[in-house]
T-cell receptor, first 115, second 115 residues
């Protein structure tokens, strides 16, 4: 079954330190991978995507993610965390099945950046 | 920057009543989606809509649900005979047609509370 997993419910990091939010996937074929962020009382906001090409993709607000095919991972990273990065982060995978596109989200990881 | 809008932001309804959640997608987008997020749980795909018909739906999207694009701008989700377990955030999303390399733009969501 196609799925995506975010093994950490919450990640705490000190302001200024690097952060990593983990995501692994299980999809047959070539996946399209996405990261979204959700601030309180707001909708999901697109951060970045991997379709093909360079394994390291750069997105909004200084975030980047590394696609690792051998480890089936797509971890979200940022070199220096800001307090304003505190939010809920969702990994998602999109794939085609039966001629239609489907999307599956992870359960989300709450990022808490401590001043 | 264009954005997806949703109304109302919060809808309270009694069990058994019908509700209509409204969305205005980004004007040049052609694919439309509904997702829901039960409090504390992950985002779940409900349905996708293209060319005035449903292109894909999940097992959640049963006969209780329907979608419609009544005019050139609105995209609605109707929930008939609401149940307590329908209480959730409902997100609308839209995306432009492309060669498949697109991302979905999400609205801020409608919080549905069924009492």
């Amino acid at each position: 079954a196609q799925s995506v997993a975010q093994p950490e419910d919450q990640v705490n990091v000190a302001e200024g330190n690097p952060l990593t939010v983990k995501c692994t996937y299980s999809v047959s074929g070539n996946p399209y991978l996405f990261w979204y962020v959700q601030y309180p009382n707001r909708g999901l906001q697109f951060l970045l995507k991997y379709i093909t090409g360079d394994n390291l993709v750069k997105g909004s607000y200084g975030f980047e993610a590394e696609f690792n095919k051998s480890q089936t991972s797509f971890h979200l990273k940022k070199p220096s965390a800001l307090v304003s990065d505190s939010a809920l982060y969702f990994c998602a995978v999109r794939f085609y099945s039966g001629g239609y596109q489907k999307v599956t989200f992870g359960t989300g990881t709450k990022l808490q950046v401590i001043p | 920057e264009p954005e997806v809008t949703q109304t109302p932001s919060h809808q309270v309804t009694q069990m058994g009543q019908e509700v209509i959640l409204r969305c205005v997608p980004i004007s040049n987008h052609l694919y439309f989606y509904w997702y829901r997020q039960i409090l504390g749980q992950k985002v779940e795909f409900l349905v996708s809509f293209y060319n005035n018909e449903i292109s894909e739906k999940s097992e959640i999207f049963d006969d209780q649900f329907s979608v419609e694009r009544p005019d050139g701008s609105n995209f609605t989700l109707k929930i008939r005979s609401t149940k307590l377990e329908d209480s959730a955030m409902y997100f609308c999303a839209s995306s432009p047609i492309s060669t498949g390399l697109y991302e979905q733009y999400f609205g801020p969501g409608t919080r549905l509370t069924v009492t």
